[in-house]
């Protein structure tokens, strides 16, 4: 893999019914392509030292990957850009700009320890074949940086990673994380507006907050905002923001569906956050992050909290009809990124070969906490 420059995962995903069938729609579905911690930190065998050419060898090969499935980089609808040192942003952002000139995708940028020590940037993104639109809420100003506000496909709305901007000028709203989460769920609530929906379709959150401490305030804020009764799954870690001024940057998905319901795996009981174990829109299955927890308390090791946090999901996905098999994108975060080996094991052991995997070491939201797990399954 060295000579590739890179430890990517890559799913080709059209109805998970077809092996090796194409990506096409149908009906209102469309089908999507995950491709998982793309690198560039080397290239003919030397290690790349800039931020900027790892930037380029990254872009580049995800380019490669890309026209390998018949798509190129106007089909990215969102990306996740994760950088080792937040003072590479602007570097980053300058070399990024000139792939995504035109209609970028939907992005969220923070900083996190990554799996290859060479990396100083990571990125996964989704693709999409079906007609992707731009969606640019009214009295809301276009985002300086390379991205989109939203991006629609059929039912599905991708939603920028949000920090607390004015909508009317896109200059910082300083405050305490709670008066933050209002002004960024404020600006989330613009783009569902413009699209045709509301809070009420949001079906999946990744919640990246600068400071663990802050975790209930942040809480209580959110919770104004998602339905009481089904609010959409969600992801809590800490994570470096690119700006200091902010606390809290919040990315979303929103489905339009008539067959939204909540399932939660049985055995298992409801958080007492806003947020639900799963979310089902018929086809598809957004799980939450779920640990390390089981029915015997939190491991102290990492290989325990993987099983059980493995469990929790094989549960949520039974009280579905589904399983593993069913899973097209997998996130992983793990407290000490030196353990990541650990955790592969026992994913390797569990989970289908070939599984896109984003990986990421970041702090979560118990001092015990060593792993969370976050998925997307399709019928």
Not at 136 to 153: D, E, F, H, N, T
Not at 261 to 280: C, D, L, W
Not at 328 to 345: E, G
Request: charged share 20%; glycine share 8%; with cysteine.
């Amino acid at each position: 893999m060295a000579v590739l420059d890179m430890r990517c995962s890559i799913l080709f995903l059209a109805l998970l019914g077809s092996l090796g069938g194409s990506a096409e729609a149908q009906g209102e579905d469309h089908g999507f392509v995950y491709f998982s911690n793309v690198t560039g930190a080397t290239a003919a065998d030397q290690v790349l030292t800039t931020v900027e050419d790892q930037t380029v060898r990254a872009l580049d090969r995800l380019g490669e990957l890309l026209r390998e499935r018949g798509l190129d980089y106007r089909h990215v609808v969102v990306s996740n850009v994760f950088l080792k040192d937040t003072r590479h942003f602007p570097a980053m952002n300058a070399v990024y700009r000139r792939y995504f000139a035109t209609d970028p995708p939907t992005r969220a940028t923070v900083r996190a320890d990554l799996p290859d020590p060479d990396a100083l940037i990571q990125i996964s993104v989704v693709a999409a074949r079906g007609d992707k639109h731009v969606v640019v809420p009214r009295g809301m100003q276009s985002p300086a940086l390379p991205y989109s506000w939203g991006i629609k496909v059929g039912q599905t709305l991708f939603i920028a990673g949000a920090t607390s901007r004015s909508p009317e000028t896109y200059q910082p709203v300083p405050g305490d994380v709670a008066t933050q989460t209002r002004r960024i769920l404020g600006n989330v609530g613009l783009v569902l507006d413009e699209a045709g929906m509301d809070y009420g379709d949001l079906v999946s959150c990744r919640v990246f907050l600068d400071d663990a401490r802050r975790f209930g305030e942040m809480n209580r804020a959110y919770a104004e905002f998602v339905s009481r009764e089904d609010p959409p799954a969600r992801a809590t870690v800490r994570s470096g923001l690119m700006n200091p001024l902010f606390d809290a940057e919040i990315q979303c998905i929103a489905e339009r569906s008539t067959r939204r319901e909540v399932v939660v795996g049985a055995g298992r009981q409801r958080s007492r956050s806003p947020f639900s174990p799963a979310i089902s829109t018929g086809n598809r299955l957004y799980l939450a992050g779920m640990v390390g927890s089981g029915f015997d308390g939190v491991p102290a090791q990492v290989i325990g909290q993987t099983r059980n946090a493995l469990a929790n999901l094989e549960a949520t996905l039974a009280a579905a009809d589904m399983d593993f098999t069913d899973v097209v994108d997998v996130w992983v975060y793990v407290t000490d990124i030196r353990q990541w080996s650990d955790v592969q094991n026992v994913l390797q052991e569990v989970l289908p070969a070939g599984l896109p995997q984003t990986v990421v070491g970041t702090p979560l939201m118990g001092s015990s906490l060593l792993v969370e797990i976050q998925m997307v399954a399709e019928r």
